[in-house]
C-alpha cells in the first residue's frame, strides 16, 4: 500500500480532471497495467483516512474524526489482524507518515513489528525532520521522499517470507519546496517564498514528479520474482490543498467534504489483475482497504466492521460493490458529514445547512438541489441511509463475513411513491389507545411486486388496540399461538408503527424437516437474512399475500421522513409498551 499525502485527482493525470498536470511516469505505468477507481472516498483530512484504513472502521466509531486525534490502543490494526488470521505467516511494517499518535512507541504498542518514518502530519522541511524507528528518535537531513523509499527498499530485501509493506510519503504535502533536481522535470523555479506563494503550483508538481521518481526507484529495486507476485494499491490520502486545487475550487479542496475533498485516486495493480488498463466506477469507502488487504493475505475474511473487500472488483466487474459511501469532517469552526449513492450526494453541516447535488450531471457541485421538489424522495431516502449507518450500524458488524456465513440483507432501494395516500388515526377510549389504519405508508418503498415477494401493496381496514398504561405481564406471550411456544403460524402482531404499518420481527416462512412435507413452525426462518431473499426493500419490509406492507425490521424511511436520528417514538408493541429508536 502506497499512500500519496493531500494528492487529489486534479493532480494525477490519469484522471484527467485538472488542465495542467505533473509528468508521473512511473505511477502512468501502474495504472495502465491496473484498474483505476475512480469513486474511492476517503476522509478530508489525513489522520481520519488513515485510522479508516488501518482499522476498517468509519471515523464516528474510532473517534478519530479529525487531524493529530489518537488511535486508541485498545483498536485492532490492520497488520495485527493479519498476524492473527494468517499465523503470522506475514512480515508487516510501516514506513513514513503515521500520524495516529505523537507517541514514538504508539506504532509498535499498536502491534506493528517495524515502523520506521515521521509521527507528525508534516515536516516544516523536508531535509530536516524527526525519524521515528521503533521507539527511537533522531534527526535526519535526508530528503524525506527519498529516504522513505531507501528504508522501505532496505526493509523489503532483507525479508525472507512474504510481506505487506505500508508506504506513507508525505510528499506533496506542504511546505512547497523545490525537490532535487535529478527527481523532477521542472526548471527555472527559483524557491523563493515569494514565488512559492504567488505562484505555488509548480512546485506542489515538482513534489509529485519526485514522488513518482522514488515510487518507480522502489519499484525497480524489488526482486523480479517478488514484484511479479506483489499487488501495489496506490492511493491519495485526501484531495489536493486549496492553493493549488484545480477544477473544484479553493473551498471545495483538502478539508472539505466536496468531491475535491474526498474522492481521491486509487490505483491497484499487479498479480490476479484481469482488468488491465480498465476503469472501475464501483462506490468504494477508505475502510475497504482494511478487508482488501486481508483478503488478499489469504486471511479468510472479506468482510468486517465498516469495510468490504474489492478483491471481486479486480477479476470482473460487478454489479454493485457498495450501494453508499460515508465520510465526514470535524475541525474547530465546522463539522459535517456525508453520504451518496450511485448517482446523488447529500451533506450536512453541524450548523443545519444541508445540500445535495447530482453528481452525475454536476460532478463539481455547483447547483445545491436541496430544495428541488423533484429530488424530496432521493433526499429521504439519503438522509434515512445517514441515519442508519451512524445510528443503526448499517453495513456493520464486529463480527467478521467470510464464504457462506449468515448475512442480513440490505434491502432494496426504495424509489417508489404510493398512489394511494397514508390514513392513520391513533385515538385513546376507555384505557386503551385504539390505532385505526389503511396500511399504506407515507414514506417511498422498494419496487413490489419482486422475484422474491410476487405481491402488490394494497389498502387494508386495520385496528390495534393497545393498553394506555402496560404493565408487566405475569407470564410471556407467545405470538404464535396460546397453546405453547412456535407451534402453528403466527396468530398475533407484535406491534405497530406511528404510521399504522405494522411490526412484524417474526416470519412465516418455516423450514420444512428431513421427510416431512409440513412444514415445522417451532422453526421459523428469519426474516431479514440474505439467504431466504424475501424480497425486502430498505425498510426492511415487504407484503403479504393480502397486500398488507410490514416491516420485518427497524423502518428507515419513515425514521427518516419523522425526525432522522433524535430520540423518536416509532410506535408501540401489542403490549402497549412504547418502541423508541435513537
Known sequence: LIIADDLGQDAFPAYGVGAEQPEMPSLARLARGGIRFTNFWTYPTCTPTRASIITGKHAFRTNVRKVDDELSRSETILQKFIDQKTGRRYKSAVIGKWHLSKDAAHPNAMGLEHYAGLLSGGARDYSAWQLTENGKTR??????????????????????????????????HTPFHVPPESLHSARGLSGTAEDIKANPRPYYFSMIEALDSEIGRLLGAIPADERENTVIIFIGDNGSPNQVVQSYGKRKAKGSIYQGGINVPMIVSGPGIQRGGEIESALVNSTDLFATIAELSGSGVSAIHDSKSVVPLLSGRSARHREYLYSEMSSKNRSGHTIRNERYKYLAYDNGREELYDLSADPYETKNLIREPAVQTVKQNLTRELAHLRDGDHEHADHEHAANTFSVSAGSECTRDLNESSRVSVTEANGYRLVRSNGIPEHSVGQFPNRGNPHAIAAQQIEYRMPLNPKKAARLTSLYSEAGFGIGRPAYTFGVVQNGVKLDPSAAEAFTPPGSREKDFAWVKEALSSRNRLGDDCNNAHVQPNGAYHYHGTPWCFIGYAGGSRMLLIGWAADGFPIYYK
Do not use: G
Open 139 to 172: 534527526r535526519s537531513q535526508e530528503y524525506i521522499t527519498t529516504k522513505f523509499t531507501d528504508l522501505a527498499a532496505e526493509w523489503i530485501n532483507a525479508q525472507e517470507q512474504p510481506w505487506f509493506l505500508w508506504l506513507a510519503y508525505t510528499a506533496p
